[in-house]
């Protein structure tokens, strides 16, 4: 079964809105990462939290992850129409190397 | 001097075909992997190799067969392609214990 899940499916704000994604998983992990991927390109690590973390930042990207809950959100504040992507939680699955991600959620931002 | 390049990046096809598509790193990484990403972008890992031995083989079918002739590259050979194998194939490369992925720009394969 997929690991991660997330949530909403889609997303449709203005420039200069927050952006708020989820994403949930099933089994017990060393950490999670977020991609993000434009259309028609690969996919981009934007950040890794590890599982003793609760929340982490990098530039305009906020992201919380609640392990009892197996939970993690990503938040992208101010956002740019340049941000228009879909962005994917990943987790390991045990220590296989095997990456396991969410459906993704799309995001549009108009400007 | 693109991380992860793949070739083609389209490929139109006629069912039963054999195609190949190629990928190079050259971020000095030891693993290297293919994913399928489908219609509805769900992506899901088919192989992972590392230092050319192969770590990870999902239930793939057996027409696809990955090739690693060094670490740096790794190639996708599928044999008697289908209408399913229509998707965007993604190679991508990791090193070390955070497993974080670089990937290529994908390869878009139309099976007609």
């Known amino acids: 079964s997929q690991q991660g899940e997330e949530d909403p499916q889609a997303l449709s704000i203005q420039e200069g809105e927050n952006a708020t994604m989820n994403c949930s998983y099933k089994t017990s992990i060393n950490n999670l990462q977020w991609y993000r991927q434009n259309s028609g390109r690969g996919l981009v690590h934007l950040i890794l939290i590890r599982s003793n973390e609760r929340e982490k930042h990098s530039g305009r990207l906020r992201v919380t992850l609640d392990t009892s809950k197996k939970s993690s959100s990503l938040l992208i504040t101010a956002s740019r129409a340049a941000d228009t992507a879909s962005y994917f939680c990943a987790t390991e699955e045990g220590n296989t190397g095997k990456l396991i991600f969410g459906q993704g959620t799309t995001l549009q931002v108009k400007p | 001097d693109t991380a992860v390049s793949q070739t083609p990046k389209y490929l139109v096809t006629q069912m039963g075909n054999d195609k190949s598509i190629k990928c190079e790193q050259n971020?000095?990484?030891?693993?290297m992997y293919w994913y399928k990403q489908d219609s509805k972008k769900f992506l899901k890992i088919m192989f992972s190799?590392?230092?050319?031995?192969?770590?990870i083989n999902e239930t793939v079918p057996n027409r696809f067969s990955p090739k690693s002739p060094d670490k740096a590259h790794l190639n996708l050979h599928i044999n008697s392609l289908e209408l399913g194998d229509s998707a965007v194939y993604f190679c991508a490369s990791s090193h070390g214990q955070q497993n974080i992925q670089y990937f290529g720009a994908g390869t878009r394969l139309s099976v007609l």
């Open positions: 190799y590392n230092n050319k031995e192969l770590i």
């Open positions: 971020l000095g990484h030891d693993t």
